[in-house]
């Protein structure tokens, strides 16, 4: 059981296969900002901001890869991620992450079920997308 991003790195190192992390970065629109009248179901669309992959080894921390994708762009409440498993010892390259990375947006974008990610808010904590 994956409970918190360092968790996800533990478990990334040690498959038998080099593993590469698909990073989805997104935005959710339309969700209250007032905390006393955030209920435990929230609504509102998501939507992709930016997207990167990386081999677990290059992620320091959680707290190194919120300040770099802050770096970027603050614009973001979410981190959705998706491993990409290698073969014959040889972790997948940035260019065999590509075409996955541009299905994880368009599914967002498209409104596809989000189950089959693991899902964290800037503050680490697990979220569970419902449709």
Do not use: H
């Amino acid at each position: 059981m994956i409970a918190n991003f360092s968790d996800l790195l533990e478990i990334s190192v040690s498959q038998d296969q080099p593993q590469r992390l698909l990073l989805l970065f997104a935005n959710a629109e339309g969700v209250s900002s007032n905390p006393k009248k955030q209920r435990k179901q929230q609504r509102g669309a998501i939507s992709p901001v930016m997207c990167v992959d990386k081999l677990p080894e290059e992620i320091d921390s959680f707290k190194a890869l919120v300040a770099e994708a802050d770096n970027i762009s603050k614009e973001w409440n979410f981190i959705i991620i998706a491993g990409l498993s290698g073969e014959n010892g040889v972790a997948p390259t940035t260019e065999d992450a590509d075409p996955y990375l541009n299905q994880m947006a368009n599914g967002l974008t498209m409104g596809e079920d989000l189950s089959r990610y693991l899902i964290f808010d800037r503050d680490e904590n697990p979220i569970v997308m419902q449709q």
